[in-house]
Nanobody
Framework: QVQLVESGGGLVQPGASLRLSCAAS????????IGWFRRAPGKEREGISC???????LHANSVKGRFTISRDNAENMVYLQMNSLKPEDTAVYYC?????????????????WGQGTQVTVSS
């Protein structure tokens, strides 16, 4: 059974860092593209970062230069390192996966989704 589980969210002050983790089970990450999405209160889901199976990646302009996506195929994990967090980064963060080489910031690209982890940035 394919499963994605996010962890690492929490409450932090502006300017702080967090690292989110996405643990995959039921499949090998080697053959999957993984995306990170977020949904802020009252807003639509936003694609923020993705990584393909050869470590190419994309980032939304809203997080470029602050967020970094990486993967550890041996551990079947994908990470989202978030630095210089802002209050507008407050959202539920989701990882999503799809088989194949390419990645996209469109949620329509992905077949499998995690349950999400809350990130709150507030002083």
């Amino acid at each position: 059974q394919v499963q994605l589980v996010e962890s690492g969210g929490g409450l932090v002050q502006p300017g702080a860092s967090l690292r989110l983790s996405c643990a995959a089970s039921g499949f090998r990450l080697n053959y999957y593209a993984i995306g990170w999405f977020r949904r802020a209160p009252g807003k639509e889901r936003e694609g923020i970062s993705c990584i393909n199976n050869i470590n190419g990646n994309l980032h939304a302009n809203s997080v470029k230069g602050r967020f970094t996506i990486s993967r550890d195929n041996a551990e079947n994990m994908v990470y989202l390192q978030m630095n210089s967090l802002k209050p507008e980064d407050t959202a539920v963060y989701y990882c999503a996966g799809t088989p194949g080489a390419g990645c996209s910031l469109s949620d329509k690209w992905y077949h499998y989704w995690g349950q999400g982890t809350q990130v709150t940035v507030s002083s």
